[in-house]
């Protein structure tokens, strides 16, 4: 199984990106409950054949549809070290979790936090910052909330996001029971980035209509075009409002580990709290997010329960307190910690750090391709890592949309779709460390052949 899996890794090129999945194929799993046991290599073999090759494909260099990463093998023999160890980090005296705290002690160096910051593994950024938004509301309303609830307050609590921010921020509104309408969606500049006049106007208005703004969810690396939010000046906002500067870092807040990036993401050090992801930019196997909390205490006093069960001794295994299960809501948790340690070390900051680099001089390559192609349109500025183009067409929308799903059921490049301004634009975002110039080139070469190809069928 693991010969096989290193072997996939290594022969991934000669692979399609992705592939539609035939119906015979999906039917073989709508099967009842197994009663009898099955020989290993027969259901190893099942996935073999059946599952691995229809998979979405993300650890393929031509796979460019979302920002996802690439994982390396290194990532996959620690998940499974950390499979075969099989312990739960909601707490207890372990090493694991030193492992855990290891990783928030360099989180604090990378993005200049004190050592009394507070950090978390988490399943992705969805979950992260759902606990921004909880943190912020008990800094906003006190710990009190956690027993009467958010009405009791007597609070209308606001806030604030741009027009290019990643849903989650939204269904974070809704699942700390303050609702999607409370969150203010503020217009994007000619950049992409949230446009601050705006912003201070919305913050002004709310104010004088009653309510109580409490949290500014800036991004670093949105998801449509990779664009990044003017952070010096939100954090300038935050502080003169007296508001909770969040900042959704997905994949975006990585780049810190690439010097020449880097520069972009500055005010990010001066944020209450950071969501971002390994598995993206830091090429660790999914899962592995990760949130960063500037007040530890105000951190520990959102979550931490008083169950006696959970009882902290000063020694023996109930030791080591506070224990993770004190920062977040999950009880049992994965040791997302060991494929995080090991790719950091084994790799190194400074190489992460290229790796992120190389996929933004690649999307810089890829802009200065479709610029010097007649058929294509660059759609968007340029940024970081994600393109967005289309091809030049009297009914552009629908060709565009018919264009992305026939690159990706070809196999040679698997870009997404996105609407910028109106208009239906194909996305790529290079997050791949396996992604170079050919799989670039494949992916325009394709594009102008199969668009030729729609534009002459009717």
């Known amino acids: 199984m693991l010969d096989d899996m290193l072997d996939y890794l290594e022969h991934i090129r000669e692979r399609p990106v992705w592939q539609p999945i035939p119906q015979p194929v999906r039917d073989l799993f709508h099967e009842t409950l197994p009663a009898q046991p099955a020989d290993l290599a027969t259901v190893h073999a099942h996935f073999m054949h059946d599952v691995l090759p229809y998979a979405v494909g993300n650890a393929h260099p031509g796979f460019m549809g979302w920002v996802h990463g690439g994982g390396t093998p290194v990532g996959m023999l620690a998940e499974m070290l950390a499979a075969g160890l099989n312990a739960n980090l909601g707490g207890r005296d372990?090493?694991?979790i030193e492992v855990e705290r290891q990783i928030l002690q360099w989180m604090r160096e990378l993005f200049g936090f004190p050592e009394s910051a507070s950090g978390l593994f988490v399943t992705g950024t969805s979950m992260a910052n759902l606990i921004g938004v909880l943190v912020a509301r008990t800094a906003a309303l006190g710990t009190e909330v956690r027993q009467s609830g958010v009405a009791a307050s007597g609070k209308r609590l606001t806030a604030y996001t741009s027009a290019g921010a990643h849903g989650c921020i939204a269904?974070?509104?809704?699942?700390?029971?303050?609702g999607m309408d409370a969150l203010r969606i503020i217009p994007v500049n000619d950049q992409y980035q949230i446009d601050s006049a705006a912003l201070e106007r919305a913050i002004a208005a709310d104010r004088s209509a009653g309510f109580t703004p409490f949290f500014i969810a800036a991004t670093a690396g949105t998801v449509d075009v990779g664009a990044i939010d003017d952070l010096a000046v939100l954090a300038d906002i935050a502080q003169r409002e007296a508001l909770w500067f969040h900042v959704d870092g997905a994949y975006g807040a990585l780049a810190m580990l690439a010097p020449d990036i880097a520069p972009r993401l500055?005010?990010?050090e001066r944020a209450d709290s950071i969501a971002f992801d390994f598995h993206k930019w830091g090429q660790v196997p999914y899962d592995a997010g990760f949130i960063l909390v500037r007040d530890g205490t105000l951190h520990y006093d959102t979550f931490a329960s008083p169950a006696a069960y959970l009882r902290r001794e000063a020694c023996g295994m109930a030791g080591g307190s506070p224990w993770p299960c004190d920062f977040g809501p999950d009880l049992s948790r994965g040791f997302r910690a060991l494929k995080t340690w090991f790719t950091i070390k084994v790799y190194g900051a400074e190489q992460i750090g290229q790796v992120i680099s190389g996929t933004c001089a690649l999307a810089q390559y890829m802009k200065q391709r479709i610029e010097a192609m007649p058929m294509l349109e660059l759609m968007a500025p340029v940024g970081l890592n994600i393109v967005c183009f289309r091809y030049r067409s009297d009914h552009a929308d629908t060709v565009n949309t018919r264009l992305a799903a026939a690159l990706q059921e070809s196999g040679i490049a698997a870009p997404s779709?996105?609407?910028?301004?109106?208009?239906?634009?194909?996305?790529?975002?290079i997050v791949n460390h396996r992604t170079d110039t050919r799989a670039i080139d494949a992916l325009l070469q394709a594009t102008l052949v199969l668009g030729k190809e729609l534009t002459q069928t009717p």
């Open 171 to 178: 269904q974070a509104m809704d699942l700390a029971g303050l």
């Open 266 to 268: 500055r005010g990010i």
């Open 417 to 429: 779709t996105t609407t910028l301004n109106g208009h239906v634009a194909i996305r790529a975002a």
């Open 94 to 96: 372990q090493m694991p």
